[in-house]
């Protein structure tokens, strides 16, 4: 356990339907990042977060997708009409954000299975 | 970011040294190499990472040849528990930046017993 949470581990939805999944990061850790992981390959970026602001989105978060952290501390994923294409892994992911700031502390994913 | 390359697989006895390799032949002098590895169906862990030197922590060394374009991960003493995919990832600036990780398809290292 890193002490990084993601809830729910698991969710079945149908195509079309919105979904939203929540992470809590590390309680002093300021910075938080959003992966998604497809069988056999490994996570690809999504977005990240310094405190509340979102710095960085990456090309594969597409309108349908949206990401917010109130008040820099959890933060929540929503995709919107999903497709099938949108069944993956998410992981969230959170780093102190000064000094050694190497390590990515990783929760434990939450599957989504578009049906 | 500089591109890794990381044999698809290996195998290692329980108890034997696991030496797990990667290439990053176009890195650049800005680069850190650092290692996660991920545990079916957990999350990725971070290892340890290193910039020229070599680097040994409570998990693993890191073993940076002297050019830099290619890098060994060694556990020394492999459990089973230590069967995982390994990410050898390359990533621009100091350890402090906000960069995010930029994943390959790593290595499954199983350790058998």
């Known amino acids: 356990d890193t002490g990084v949470s993601q809830d729910p581990r698991h969710k079945i939805t149908k195509r079309g339907q919105n979904v939203t999944f929540r992470c809590d990061p590390i309680?002093?850790?300021?910075?938080l990042y959003w992966y998604r992981q497809t069988l056999g390959q490994g996570p690809e970026f999504l977005t990240y977060?310094?405190?509340?602001?979102?710095?960085?989105k990456s090309r594969l978060l597409s309108d349908r997708f949206s990401a917010e952290r109130p008040k820099g501390s959890f933060s929540t994923l929503e995709i919107q009409r999903t497709e099938q294409g949108d069944s993956a892994m998410y992981l969230c992911a959170s780093s102190l954000g000064r000094g050694g700031d190497y390590e990515q502390y990783f929760g434990p994913g939450t599957r989504l299975t578009v049906t | 970011d500089a591109k890794t390359t990381q044999p698809p697989s290996m195998d290692c006895a329980e108890g034997r040294a696991a030496n797990l390799p990667c290439n990053h032949s176009t890195i650049s002098g800005n680069e850190y190499v650092y290692w996660y590895r991920q545990i079916h169906s957990q999350g990725p862990q971070y290892i340890i990472h290193?910039?020229?030197n070599n680097e040994t922590n409570e998990m693993a060394s890191l073993i940076i040849t002297e050019d830099r374009k290619s890098s060994t991960l060694i556990l020394p003493h492999a459990t089973l528990r230590d069967t995982a995919v390994y990410y050898c990832i390359v990533r621009v600036g100091q350890p402090g930046s906000a960069r995010q990780l930029t994943f390959g398809s790593g290595t499954q290292l199983t350790v058998l017993p």
């Open positions: 309680s002093e850790h300021n910075r």
């Open positions: 977060f310094q405190n509340e602001a979102q710095l960085e």
């Open positions: 290193g910039l020229k």
